[in-house]
């Protein structure tokens, strides 16, 4: 039951959003977590506004999303990410966005 009490208190502010948590539950039955951010995948479904991806990305396009938004993506998920610079974590979000079957409008800001 604390663990609820401590969960909704911590996701208040993130209701219906998916979240993942580590959990980590020691002996005396303490325990410990950390709730990281959405997966980039639901992030990207929110910002070209579309349901799932492409059963066939590399044929058939779901939906587009521009650098803009790849950048503000690729800025909240960076302490997630194993990336040391913001261009190469938005690299590895454009990336995702092409295998969901999401075109990448716009210059490549880098």
């Known amino acids: 039951m604390e663990f609820c009490k401590q969960f909704n208190a911590r996701t208040q ?10 959990i980590t539950v020691y002996k005396d039955k303490s325990f410990d977590f950390v709730v990281k951010t959405p997966p980039a995948a639901i992030q990207l479904m929110e910002a070209a506004k579309i349901k799932k991806g492409s059963g066939e990305p590399n044929r058939n396009r ?13 800025e909240d998920k960076m302490v997630d990410l194993n990336a040391f610079t913001v261009e190469s974590a938005m690299s590895m979000v ?17």
């Open 13 to 22: 502010d993130k209701q219906g959003k998916l979240l993942p948590v580590v």
């Open 94 to 110: 454009a990336g995702t966005a092409r295998s969901m079957g999401l075109k990448v409008s716009g210059k490549k800001p880098f």
């Open 62 to 74: 779901s939906g587009k999303v521009t650098w803009d938004q790849i950048k503000t993506i690729a």
